[in-house]
Every structure is written in structure tokens, then in C-alpha cells.
């Protein structure tokens, strides 16, 4: 089937690769030039793993191909919107500015039949005002949100674990959700849950999934505090919650909490649309799951002022890791790096290190230093601040070997990934969160 992609970023640029490898032919259009020339030799702008691969393969195989021009688009059957929706800069608000342009740029290329597959998460009510916009040119609107994690993106979106098609009422929404299930047919051939819904559901589906694993991740930085003033352990009381199966240990690490470019803008779209919506009430208990998140990088910060001995003014403190989850170069609203910005402006001498988001977040925080290797990063350290938890540093990095290398012994885990009685018995003040 031809397909066309609007926005080639995190969303887009995977779901057009991916729907190359399962036998489309498929152009992927986004205004950066820059972009589109890294793609069409093959190349991703950004790393994800596996990305590389599928963008090479198929663009030598000539199914995928990328442009800045949106009539491409035209003849597609399905024309996916992957743009991306900020934060607002003056609000929790989401900023609809890319959807709504990508919407313009699309519509004169639009013909009777085609359908227009929302993907970017919306405040819920976007669909049903932009499907007024599409209806005039015959083609049909459906809602069908992504569900991919940053790492996982390729795996995620070939082979997601349900697919949601918001669709309109009557047969217009039955022929939409049937040439989507073509679309995704690796998947739906091995039974992957399909619902069709209405657009809020489908809408809805995205914000409540992204609200509710934010939810869980504050629960446990919540139960982190708590445990810090009883001289509880988070980590063992995560591990003994999480074996009843109702509540499972995913999304239970403690630690400097969560960011990206999702989770943070999307409980606080979230809250927005519904003060709209006259219901903040329902959710204002996001508020407090934002609050309680932002507290926890001000606690790593406390930690290392601690186990410093009161300041961190002209300490040499390596900080293990900028993106806001391994497996990503995305620096998104990255706890990690807000934590060595805070601890820069303390007046330490930070020295940042990352496999793989050293170029992006230079870029944002030129005032950092920043070192690639990572045994570089800690030689002659006062103190180690792992926040994002690479393997390099969480699983890869001995007590022993930090301890040749560094100045002082004090290492605090962001993460909770490391093995503290090994980096005790090392000789390290170790400093977890919500742990002994
Ligand atoms: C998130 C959702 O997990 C995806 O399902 C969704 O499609 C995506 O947002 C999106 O809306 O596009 P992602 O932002 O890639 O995916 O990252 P997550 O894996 O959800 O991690 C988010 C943050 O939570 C990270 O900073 C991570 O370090 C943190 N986290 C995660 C914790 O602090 N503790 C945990 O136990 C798990």
C-alpha cells in the first residue's frame, strides 16, 4: 500500500521505516531540510536502536524515500500525522501548532477515499475539529495513537502490543478501521488486540496509558520519601508490591523520576484539557504526581551536597549519564541533565558523560562540560552521580576499578542501579534514593 508520513522526528521517522520493512512504499515529508537529506541517504538523524538498519535497507530497496515536499503525498492511501505537540511556551497547554500545519499542508493533496491517520497525542477534541477540516475532500479522519517507547521504537511499533483506531461512525469508520488493519497486517495477522472506538476514546486512550504509568512512577518516588524519613528500602518494598499481579514491578524503579518529550508534557496537557473541560478536579492529582517527580531531582542534588559535606562549590563531580532514559539520545526534559545543571550552578565542577546524547545536550547546555569516555569522566571525581542508567555505568562500571580512577569515594545512585553493598565494601559512602 502507498503511504505517506507527515513529521519525521522520534514518532515519524520510525513508523515510516517500519512501514517500509512490512512491504509499503512509504514517503515520510517533514519541513527541516536538514532532516529529510539525513534520511534520504539512509541515515538517522536521531539514535534509536535498530533505526539505522531499516532506514537503510529500505531506502536501497526503493519503498521508502523522504521529502520536504508535501505533494508526495498525493495517490497515498493512508496519510499518518507524526508531528510533533509541545508543551506551549507560556502553558501546560499543548501547542498544536505542527498538527494544524501538517493538516494544511496534506489537504490539498487529499482525495475522495483516502484516509488521514492521526498518530501525534492530542488534547482529546482535536480529532473531532480536525475531521470537520478533512470530511470536504472525501477523505476519512481516523485516531490512531502510538504507543512506542524511545528505544524500543522499531520493535514497538511493528509489533505494538494493541492497536486503537478512533474512527467515525457507520460504514465510512468500518472501511477505515478495515484499510488499517491491511496497514498493520504482521501484527494483526497474530491476533494483536484491534479497538476501534470514537475519536475521544481513541484520544483519550493515549493521555489516560501516559498519565497512568507517570502515576505509577510518582507512587513510587512517593513511597521513596517516605522511606527516606522511616529508614525504609524502596527497592525492597517495590520488589515485595510489585509479585501481586495487579500491580507488577514495571514502572516501579525510584529514583530522579521521569522526563522525556512524553510523559512531562502529556500529564500537563492532560490537566489543561480538562480545566477546559470543566473536570480538573478529576485529575488534579497530576499536579502532585509532577510535583513529587521534580522533587526528586532536587533530592540527588541534596545527596551529593551531603555526602560532600555540605557543599559542592569547586568539587569535581562526574555525572553518569544526560539522556533521559538509556537506549536514547533524547535530552528531552531529562532529569539527568536538570540534575547537573542544578549542581553546576552550585558552583561544582561538573563533567557530564553519555554513550550516545553528549551532542544534544551540549547543544542545550553549552555551560557543561562534557566527556565521552567514561572513565575520563570520573578520574579524579570527588563524587559520581549515576542518573541515567546505561549499562556502562549501572551494570559494567566495578567499585574497584571507579575507585583507581577517582579522588573521593562518594557516589550517589539516581537509579538505584547499583549494587550498594558491593560499592560499600569498596570503601564508597554510597547514597541511593529512598534506600538506607
Ligand atoms: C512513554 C511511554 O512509555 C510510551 O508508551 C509512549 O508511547 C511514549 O511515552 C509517548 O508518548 O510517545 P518514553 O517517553 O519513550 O515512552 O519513555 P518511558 O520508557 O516511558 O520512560 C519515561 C521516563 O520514566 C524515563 O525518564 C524513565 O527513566 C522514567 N522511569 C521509567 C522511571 O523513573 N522509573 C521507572 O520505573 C520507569
Not at 524511545?150 to 494493541?162: F, H, K, L, N, S
Not at 500491580?247 to 512524553?262: N, S
Request: aromatic share 6%; charged share 25%.
Amino acid at each position: 500500500m502507498r503511504l505517506s508520513v507527515f513529521g519525521c522526528g522520534y514518532l515519524g521517522a520510525v513508523h515510516a521505516a517500519a512501514m517500509a520493512s512490512i512491504g509499503h512504499e512509504v514517503v515520510g515529508i517533514d519541513v527541516d531540510p536538514r532532516k529529510i537529506e539525513s534520511l534520504s541517504q539512509g541515515k538517522a538523524p536521531f539514535f534509536e536502536p535498530g533505526l539505522a538498519d531499516l532506514l537503510a535497507e529500505g531506502v536501497a530497496s526503493g519503498r521508502l524515500s523522504f521529502t520536504t515536499d508535501a505533494s508526495a503525498a498525493q495517490g497515498a492511501a493512508v496519510h499518518f500525522i507524526g508531528v510533533g505537540t509541545p508543551q506551549q511556551a507560556d502553558g501546560y497547554a499543548a501547542d498544536l501548532t505542527y498538527v494544524n500545519a501538517a493538516i494544511d499542508d496534506l489537504i490539498p493533496y487529499l482525495s475522495a477515499g483516502d484516509i488521514v491517520a492521526g498518530k501525534s497525542t492530542v488534547p482529546v477534541g482535536t480529532a473531532g475539529a480536525l475531521a470537520e477540516r478533512i470530511t470536504p475532500t472525501g477523505a476519512t479522519l481516523v485516531w490512531n495513537p502510538e504507543f512506542l517507547r524511545e528505544g524500543w521504537a522499531v520493535q514497538d511499533t511493528i509489533d505494538p502490543d494493541r492497536l486503537v483506531a478512533g474512527v467515525p461512525a457507520g460504514d465510512e469508520g468500518i472501511r477505515a478501521a478495515d484499510l488499517l488493519r491491511e496497514v498493520y497486517h504482521p501484527a494483526v495477522a497474530k491476533g494483536t488486540p484491534f479497538i476501534v472506538t470514537d475519536y475521544a476514546t481513541s484520544e483519550l486512550v493515549k493521555v489516560a496509558a501516559n498519565a497512568f504509568l507517570a502515576t505509577k512512577i510518582s507512587f513510587i518516588n512517593a513511597m521513596a520519601e517516605i522511606s527516606e524519613v522511616t529508614g525504609a528500602d524502596v527497592t525492597q518494598l517495590a520488589e515485595a508490591i510489585g509479585h501481586d499481579a495487579r500491580i507488577g514491578h514495571r514502572f516501579l524503579g525510584a529514583g530522579i523520576g521521569f522526563g522525556g518529550g512524553c510523559l512531562p508534557k502529556d500529564i500537563r496537557a492532560f490537566s489543561a484539557r480538562a480545566e477546559e473541560l470543566g473536570r480538573g478536579e478529576s485529575v488534579a492529582f497530576l499536579r502532585e504526581v509532577d510535583a513529587i517527580n521534580l522533587r526528586r531531582r532536587e533530592r540527588a542534588v541534596q545527596l551529593v551536597i551531603e555526602g560532600l559535606g555540605g557543599s559542592v562549590f569547586g568539587k569535581k563531580i562526574a555525572v553518569l549519564g544526560a539522556a533521559f532514559k538509556p537506549h536514547s539520545d533524547d535530552i528531552r526534559d531529562s532529569p539527568a541533565l536538570d540534575v547537573a545543571v542544578r549542581l553546576n550552578g552550585l558552583g561544582a565542577n561538573v563533567v557530564v558523560t553519555d554513550p550516545e546524547a553528549i551532542e544534544n545536550a551540549r547543544r542545550k547546555h553549552p555551560q557543561l562540560a562534557y566527556e565521552p569516555a567514561r572513565d575520563e569522566a570520573i578520574r579524579d571525581a570527588d563524587a559520581i552521580v549515576l542518573v541515567t542508567e546505561w549499562d556502562e555505568y549501572r551494570r559494567d562500571l566495578a567499585p574497584e576499578h571507579a575507585s583507581s580512577l577517582t579522588a573521593g569515594r562518594v557516589v550517589i545512585d539516581g537509579r538505584n542501579g547499583l549494587d550498594a553493598a558491593a560499592w560499600r565494601k569498596a570503601g564508597w559512602t554510597y547514597f541511593g534514593m529512598g534506600r538506607p
